[in-house]
C-alpha cells in the first residue's frame, strides 16, 4: 500500500476508497458525515471505476494500431530497400541511385538508440502495463530506426536485481505498452523490471534502471 494517497495507483485509491464507502455506509453520523456525502462517494468510486475501465479498452486497442503501424512500417521499409537493391546490383550509376531519396548510411544500429526507460502502471489488479521509449528522445514511443524491440526482464520480490541473472526473460516487445499478467501467489510483492533494446542485426544496447512496482490484488 503507498504511503499516502497522493502516490497511491489507481488500483490502490480505488480500495481506499471502497474500503471508506463500506465502513461509514451504515452509520455516517457515527463518522460526523452525512448519507448525502456516503452516497456521492459511492458514486464517484463507480465513475473511477468505469473510467479506468474505459482507459484500459483505449490502451488495449491503441496497441493493437501500434501493432498494426509498426508491422506495415517494416513492410514498407524491406521493400523500399530491395527495390534499392535490385537498382544497385542492376549497375544503376551512384547518381541515379542517389535520386531515389534514400539515406546514404546504411548502419544497421542507429546512433540515436541509447537505452530504454521503462515505466509501470499498477491500476488493474494483477497487471502491470509497461511503457517504454528511447533515453535519448523527449518521450516518443516510436523504436528508434534499426531497433526489433524492447527486451524486458523481470524480478519478482525483494531484493531488487543486481543484474539480468537474477532475472528471467520476459519479452522482446516491439509496440509499447506491454501487459504483464501476474501471478495472484505474487500479490503484495514487488516486481522490478530491466530493459534494453535488441537490435534487427542482433546486437543490444546497455541496461536501463531498474524500475519496481507493486503487485496488486
Known amino acids: 500500500m503507498a504511503a499516502s494517497i497522493q502516490n497511491s495507483s489507481d488500483g490502490e485509491l480505488l480500495q481506499i476508497a471502497t474500503a471508506m464507502a463500506a465502513a461509514i455506509s451504515a452509520d455516517p453520523a457515527a463518522f460526523g458525515l452525512t448519507a448525502a456525502y456516503a452516497a456521492e462517494l459511492t458514486a464517484k468510486i463507480d465513475n473511477f471505476r468505469s473510467d479506468i475501465n474505459e482507459q484500459a479498452a483505449a490502451m488495449a486497442k491503441a496497441r493493437s494500431r501500434t501493432a498494426a503501424k509498426n508491422a506495415s512500417r517494416d513492410d514498407l521499409e524491406g521493400y523500399v530497400c530491395s527495390g534499392r537493391n535490385v537498382a544497385k546490383a542492376a549497375g ?13 548510411s546504411s548502419s544497421k544500429t542507429p546512433s540515436s538508440a541509447t537505452v530504454p526507460l521503462g515505466f509501470v502502471d499498477t491500476s488493474e489488479r494483477l497487471r502491470h502495463t509497461i511503457s517504454w521509449y528511447d533515453a535519448a528522445t523527449t518521450g516518443s514511443r516510436r523504436r528508434p530506426r534499426g531497433v ?7 524480478k519478482i520480490g525483494d531484493p531488487a536485481p543486481g543484474g539480468e541473472k537474477d532475472c528471467r526473460f ?3 516487445d516491439a509496440a509499447t505498452p506491454y501487459l504483464a499478467e501476474l501471478d495472484p501467489a505474487d500479490v503484495g510483492k514487488t516486481a522490478h523490471y530491466m530493459f534494453r533494446w535488441r537490435m534487427r542485426d542482433g546486437s543490444i544496447s546497455g541496461w536501463s534502471e531498474t524500475v519496481s512496482a507493486t503487485i496488486t490484488g
Not at 541515379?96 to 539515406?103: D, F
Not at 526489433?148 to 523481470?154: F, Q, Y
Open 148 to 154: 526489433l524491440g524492447c527486451e524486458i526482464w523481470v
Open 170 to 172: 520476459l519479452t522482446i
Open 92 to 104: 544503376t550509376p551512384s547518381a541515379k541511385i542517389a535520386s531515389l531519396g534514400l539515406p546514404v
